[in-house]
């Protein structure tokens, strides 16, 4: 079994908002009491609705935003210890959108080479040979090292978001959205390079994606987020195949289909997404499930564990009317 890379102990993040004049200050919970293992090579998919979490918890990891409660450990060391110049050196994120994390001013051989100049890694014939290095590992020509991003097309400037963010060869990618911004014909392409560096640099990956598509295609393990927590997770074959949570029932039965004999899929939330500042009691899915019954809206679920599946539900399971 690979070793442990990254390790979330009860982690929680908790901002505290003005409530107005009538009201104060009131506790946002963000993320709450959330924990999960990443071992050397996996990817990671979290997902879940706007609102969820997912970012929150991603600058946790990434370092750029501290802990209210509990811990993160890289490589078995806590993040609390770590200066953000250790961290950088261990996790790197790969942006959304190519457009707006590229700096217009910078040519191409800049932009992927500072992370080691901004770190003090090697001296300038270093970088040089990196960046060559890297950006023939992306499937970008040497020569658009002297470009500039609005001389490149949308799946070119999302390879040299991939090239700076690997420069350092860092043992995490966490990559948020990483096609969302492309065009089809493009996602394609940098999901499989992705793939390819994976496997041959001995990557591991946290996916952060709405596309559960995208999920299924490059996760090995899937981690479903609702109102700051984790309502299930498991391997990502079992997870699409054999969903045990309700909400990830309505997850994934709201993915569209090429199909068009299959119409507009149904998504059967009873009501809207809760306030995270007026957190519901019991389980928070309590207002939106189909199954929910008295004993949800009153008392938390505890996480029930069998071998690699964990599920927070009272009633888990395939959905109702189903064999």
Request: aromatic share 6%; charged share 20%; proline share 8%.
């Amino acid at each position: 079994m690979n070793p442990e890379v990254l390790k979330v102990v009860n982690t929680a993040k908790t901002y505290r908002i003005s409530g107005g004049f009538f009201h104060g200050n009131l506790d946002l919970h963000a993320v709450s009491d959330v924990s999960f293992t990443v071992r050397q090579g996996e990817v990671l998919g979290l997902v879940g609705e706007s609102g969820c979490g997912k970012t929150t918890m991603a600058k946790m990891i990434l370092g750029l935003e501290p802990l209210t409660k509990g811990d993160i450990l890289i490589e078995g060391k806590s993040i609390r210890s770590m200066s953000y110049r250790e961290i950088a050196r261990k996790v790197q994120p790969i942006f959304q959108d190519p457009y707006s994390s590229l700096n217009p001013r910078k040519s191409i051989g800049s932009i992927i080479s500072l992370p080691l100049r901004a770190l003090g890694i090697g001296n300038r014939r270093d970088w040089d040979e990196k960046v060559r290095e890297i950006m023939e590992l992306v499937g970008l020509p040497p020569n658009l090292r002297h470009n500039y991003p609005n001389q490149l097309s949308g799946g070119q400037r999302q390879r040299v978001a991939v090239a700076r963010a690997l420069i350092m060869r860092p043992e995490i990618a966490l990559c948020d959205e990483p096609t969302s911004a492309l065009d089809v014909s493009v996602q394609a392409q940098i999901l499989n390079l992705l793939i390819d560096l994976r496997e041959a640099l001995g990557l591991t990956y946290i996916l952060i994606s709405h596309n559960l598509a995208v999920v299924e295609h490059l996760a090995t393990s899937v981690a479903v987020m609702y109102l700051g927590r984790i309502v299930e997770q498991g391997p990502a074959a079992e997870i699409f195949n054999d969903p045990l949570h309700p909400y990830t029932q309505t997850l994934l039965a709201s993915v569209l289909t090429p199909d068009p004999d299959k119409g507009l899929p149904e998504v059967r939330l009873d009501a809207e997404y809760p306030n995270p500042i007026d957190m519901p009691p019991g389980c928070s899915f309590h207002p939106r499930c189909p199954r929910a019954e008295e004993f949800c809206r009153t008392t938390l679920p505890e996480t029930l564990i069998d071998g690699e599946r964990k599920v927070a539900c009272h009633f888990p399971g395939p959905p109702r009317g189903t064999a």
